[in-house]
């Protein structure tokens, strides 16, 4: 088999160029102080996926105390922003879908929202919130390995629009248009719940502190005497594969979307958890996208939103995002593409 040639290109060379496919994210942290303060780490089955916050606190009960709060308050976000508890604030909203209610938010609720819409009008709807009918099809697909019936999708389409979505800023209320439509957080929830921790960490005067979970991180201040933490972002499979690169991160947020753990594969084609809103069908061109924006939940969004955009319209969307920075690697066809906007150069951790 013919090995792809790796070359790193800017935005604007965009395309032709070959690289590895696969970005591997991991933290790594200094030693403890021996004066200063500690290094904790916790880790927390939270929305379905492990969370880990590691920080730094002058001593265990400080640091305990602080994870716990952090723990807790993203189980109070699962609660509320959860498509998978039928129980949630966001699937008894979903459950209104077409009665013509008004239904008023919670303060969460409400931002995560407000922000969502935001992004399917900047995206003109690539990223869209109200795949959630799109999304259950693919995900029963997924279990029982068979494609959704076109018919069923069709169906399932006719639910599904941003538009249909309407927030009222004056009441903070929201109202689903459509019968049957059904929202999903999943693209963005994280982002904010890492977020949302860190926020509960630094209250509590703990500063120096990474939240990850899923893809999405947000990283406070850096470790005692570092610039930032420490980001793996390396690529995997490939046996040219470029040696492996780190950014720092510092209160700043990072996500990665892409289709390598949640797809699904029928007669040789890899079809992501990411679908595309407008056609119904999960994405079928591998890709891979990390984002690093000043929080968490700008990072989540836009990189679930790029990885439907593609490169060169993703690139743009970033580019006209403050502070935002893409890597993207994606493999249409048998041919590995690599690319990243010109800010993300400045998180990599000089060699
Ligand atoms: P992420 O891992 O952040 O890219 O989010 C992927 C999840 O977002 C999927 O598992 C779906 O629940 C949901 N989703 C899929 N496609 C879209 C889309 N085009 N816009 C918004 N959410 C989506
Ligand atoms: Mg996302």
Redesign the pocket.
């Known amino acids: 088999m013919r090995q792809p040639k790796v070359v790193h290109a800017a935005v604007g060379q965009l395309g032709r160029s070959f690289g590895a496919l696969l970005l591997f994210l991991a933290a790594s942290c200094a030693a403890p102080h021996s004066s200063g303060p500690n290094r904790f780490e916790f880790t927390e089955p939270q929305m379905g996926v492990p969370f880990r916050i590691v920080l730094y606190a002058p001593d265990k009960p400080t640091a305990d105390q602080a994870a716990r709060a952090a723990f807790g308050r993203i189980t109070q976000l699962n609660d509320i922003l959860s498509d998978y508890d039928t129980d949630s604030e966001l699937s008894r909203l979903s459950q209104t879908a077409g009665s013509g209610r008004a239904v008023q938010a919670s303060a969460d609720l409400w931002f995560v929202l407000k922000r969502s819409q935001e992004l399917a009008q900047r995206t003109d709807g ?4 109200t ?1 959630g009918p799109v ?1 259950s099809l693919w995900r029963k697909a997924r279990r029982e390995k068979r494609l959704p019936a076109p018919a069923k999708l069709a169906e399932a389409l006719k639910a599904v629009g941003y538009r249909n979505l309407v927030l009222d800023p004056q009441c903070h209320a929201a109202r689903l248009l459509v019968p049957y439509m059904r929202l ?1 957080l ?3 929830a ?1 982002g904010y719940a890492v977020d949302a921790a860190l926020k509960v960490l630094r209250a509590r005067g703990v500063t120096r502190a990474l939240v990850s979970g ?3 991180m947000v990283a406070g201040d850096p470790p005692p005497g570092k610039r930032g933490w420490r980001i793996e972002v390396a690529p995997l499979d490939v046996t040219n594969a470029p040696p492996a690169r780190f950014v720092l991160l510092a209160n700043a947020g990072l ?1 990665t ?1 892409g289709d390598l753990f ?1 797809h699904l594969e029928i007669d040789g084609k890899r079809y992501s ?5 407008h056609t119904g069908i999960g994405l079928t061109d591998h890709s891979l996208v990390t984002v690093i924006a000043p929080d968490g939940i700008t990072a ?1 969004g836009l ?3 790029i ?2 955009l593609g490169p060169e319209a993703g690139a743009r969307l970033v580019e006209k995002t403050r502070g935002a920075a893409v890597h993207m690697v994606r493999m249409p066809g048998d041919r590995i593409e690599m690319a990243e906007s010109s800010r993300f150069k400045r998180f990599y951790e000089a060699p």
């Open positions: 690539a990223f869209d919130v795949v999304v999903d999943g693209a963005i994280k899923g893809g999405d996500a979307s949640q958890h990411i679908v595309d809103p989540d990189s679930t939103a990885s439907v």
